[in-house]
């Protein structure tokens, strides 16, 4: 059996150390052992095989015990080999525009999985779906992507949001309810700024696509395919690695410009007046 650590950051102070979750949990062990855990930790960070570890100032004991310790409290994880030849099915829809929809089901896969594509144009389509891709500019479909994405979070559905431009690329955020991450619709508002007339701006900038590319589709741009390898490689982490290595795209946007070869990275934070993220007080006098 393989185990695996989890996305986690360790720090010692004296005999304590001091685990943070990626779930935003801190534990805190407190031990005249904390060098052996610390070398059980350092080991399968090498991801060696259980059996195959051995310590000459660690028994066998000592470690089995360290490990069901570490196990307990979700700081490693065993790694669960897919059998061969086991296809999981995930059900995805889709909110995109028809050519970029077709393309997808054609050209993306992540091994060891099978993808049932759905169209999705409105809440009443999400049902039965695993996970939500969006790949359509946010300012040509505001309202219905506020709601799409309001229901989402609501269902405790994962979303990813994807742009694709003659230039660039736009991958994330990735929006993980279970997690309390902050929505596509807070996204959308950061992006909206200080726009007073979106319909007058999408109306601009489809007239630049044009210029740029002749009217071709979206899915004729040049680097098409490689966002779409991006979106995948997403899918995988996600599911493989149960979102642990997918953090780098919650509450983040990443932009890719294939013309000048940069990549800029920006935050997304919760929108404070979003009734998704309004909590009542905790007051003792209500309990």
């Not at 855990?37 to 195959?52: A, T």
Request: aromatic share 12%; net charge neutral; with cysteine.
């Amino acid at each position: 059996m393989k185990l695996t650590l989890e996305n986690i950051d360790i720090w010692q102070c004296q005999q304590e150390l001091y685990c943070k979750r990626s779930d935003g949990h801190l534990i805190k062990i407190q031990s005249p052992h904390t060098d052996k855990i610390l070398k059980v930790i350092r080991g399968l960070q090498e991801e060696r095989v259980w059996q195959d570890f051995e310590d000459e100032d660690l028994s066998r004991e000592e470690r089995n015990e360290i490990i069901r310790f570490l196990l307990q409290n979700q700081i490693i994880r065993r790694e669960h080999k897919n059998p061969k030849g086991h296809i999981r099915h995930k059900q995805i829809g889709v909110f995109a525009a028809e050519d970029i929809f077709e393309q997808v089901k054609k050209r993306l896969c992540v091994k060891d999985f099978h993808f049932n594509f759905k169209a999705v144009n409105s809440c009443k389509d999400l049902d039965g779906i695993h996970f939500l891709l969006v790949l359509a500019p946010v300012f040509d479909h505001y309202k219905r992507l506020e709601e799409i994405s309001n229901a989402c979070y609501r269902g405790q559905i994962p979303l990813l949001y994807a742009e694709f431009s003659p230039s660039c690329f736009s991958l994330g955020p990735l929006v993980e309810p279970s997690m309390e991450t902050p929505s596509l619709a807070c996204y959308m508002k950061r992006k909206k700024m200080n726009l007073n007339n979106l319909s007058l701006y999408s109306t601009f900038i489809r007239c630049e696509d044009k210029t740029l590319v002749q009217q071709a589709l979206a899915s004729e741009y040049p680097y098409f395919g490689i966002g779409l390898d991006l979106i995948a490689c997403e899918l995988g982490y996600y599911w493989l690695y149960q979102a642990q290595l997918s953090t780098r795209l919650m509450g983040k946007s990443i932009v890719f410009d294939f013309i000048q070869y940069r990549c800029e990275q920006s935050r997304v934070l919760k929108d404070p007046s979003s009734e998704l993220f309004q909590k009542t007080p905790y007051s003792p006098f209500n309990a």
